[in-house]
């Protein structure tokens, strides 16, 4: 079983709609919780950034951890054609100076 | 501008190579990753290094190694290229402490034939 479990998708929306990624794990220990974002062709960019439970909101993203259920999610709101890309999870237990575990990663397309 | 340069965008090579992919960053950045990321298994740790000739084996270590001799830079080394090693290669660095931003290079396409 892998520590990060991310459904690869791919998730095809039409404009507007709100989106929804979630991911999985199974590591207790994992207290860091981020949302990159990877464009084709280009190299992950962080988006979000979470520290133990709760929400955080940028703009029209909002990342939602549940360490109860060791559970993660990335909503969108309004996708746009520009938001089209895949997104990656990652997850760190914050004593590794950075290690991250990545999920699978899931590819988005919003349609105009 | 934060940036982290690998050396090559594509690359192809015959199997039994020796291959290296370079990496540096220009953030004075302490921890460096390389990932490998292949579709439907996402990012995968090949080694990190903490510090100036530190290095720490990730999860898939087997047919690599690295080598860091100056802290801007990180070297992956394929001692023999194999088909199973065509990827792509991330390059990331990190500040010490704790889960601090990891930032990526442009990665590199590698085609081992």
């Known amino acids: 079983q892998k520590e990060v479990e991310q459904d690869p998708g791919p998730l095809s929306v039409p404009e507007g709609a709100i989106v929804s990624l979630n991911c999985t794990y199974s590591n207790s220990a994992f207290q860091y919780f981020m949302w990159y974002r990877q464009y084709s062709r280009k190299g992950p960019e962080l988006l979000m950034y979470t520290y133990s439970s709760g929400n955080k909101e940028d703009g029209r993203f909002t990342a939602q951890v549940d360490?109860?259920?060791?559970?993660?999610?990335l909503f969108i709101r309004d996708s746009q054609p520009s938001d089209s890309a895949t997104y990656l999870c990652a997850m760190s237990a914050g004593n590794?100076?950075?290690?991250l575990i990545f999920g699978q990663g899931t590819e988005l397309s919003v349609k105009p | 501008d934060v940036k982290v340069t690998q050396s090559s965008r594509y690359?192809?090579?015959?199997t039994g190579e020796k291959v290296f992919l370079e990496c540096v960053q220009d953030m004075d950045h302490?921890?460096?990753?390389?990932?490998?990321?292949?579709?439907?298994?996402?990012?995968?740790?090949?080694?990190?290094s903490y510090d100036v000739k530190m290095k720490e084996k990730g999860d898939i270590p087997e047919g690599y190694s690295v080598s860091r001799e100056k802290k801007e830079r990180?070297?992956?080394?394929?001692?023999?290229?194999?088909?199973?090693?065509?990827s792509m290669y991330l390059c990331a660095s990190s500040l010490t402490g704790v889960s601090t931003e990891a930032f990526f290079g442009q990665g590199t396409r590698l085609t081992v034939v």
Do not use: C, H
């Open chain 2, 74 to 86: 990180f070297s992956l080394i394929l001692e023999s290229a194999s088909t199973n090693q065509t």
């Open chain 2, 11 to 14: 690359l192809v090579k015959r």
């Open chain 1, 96 to 99: 590794q100076g950075g290690k």
């Open chain 2, 30 to 48: 302490e921890n460096m990753f390389w990932y490998r990321q292949d579709p439907g298994l996402g990012l995968r740790l090949i080694y990190f």
């Open chain 1, 67 to 73: 360490k109860s259920s060791k559970y993660i999610s």
